[in-house]
């Protein structure tokens, strides 16, 4: 079955801004919702983003989802040294009646 | 608050069978779908099975078919993972997460804290 694509990693100072893309198909991201995880090492994955933009009550607007096309985006702004985790996107696949997650994107504080 | 906690996981040999489960608080059970998601060691995470709220509607990923059924006890809080003809490669941390809807697939805004399951002879 099919995956949605993230980079390995991605890494910027403490401060700056890091962006997470996540590519599918018309079956997946282009046509749901898309969401997105963090998971903190040794712990379970917590939702970041749903519905392609939303955030839950909870996480900071630090954190930001944008969807266009077969392609979404997580941005983090004001990267701190507590951010880094694996993140993972995630979305329905319409025609293999299955949700897929993204293949995970390590984010380093440099 | 809501809580999922699971248990039923081991260590089982190839071929054997486990019972999962996922107690649930916290929140009106049965207006929920429940999944379950898995990470082998080392790995990202694997959508594995969801079930609607009313239990009615169940997905499977295409590894576990025929194999893992899934099933709630809406009166008892209850989500279970029957895994039956075990492989190695079902070796993982498995999490039972809540959904965000009735229906099962959109996105999981509680997860458990997983039971580990480890299929070796």
Redesign the interface.
Known sequence: QSVLTQPPSVSAAPGQKVTISCSGSSSNTGNNYVSWYRQLPGTAPKLLIYDNTKRPSGIPDRFSGSKSGTSATLAITGLQAGDEADFYCGAWDSSLSVYLFGTGTKVTAL | EVQLVESGGGLVQPGGSLRLSCAASGFTFNNYAM?W?RQAPGK????VS?ISGSGYTT????SVKGRFTISRDNSKNMLYLQMNSLRAEDTALY?CAKD?RTQ???????????TLVTVSS
Do not use: K, N
């Open positions: 999944t998601v990202g995470l694997e959508w969801g997905e499977y990923t295409d999490y965000g099962p697939g959109y996105d999981f805004d509680y997860w458990g804290q997983g």
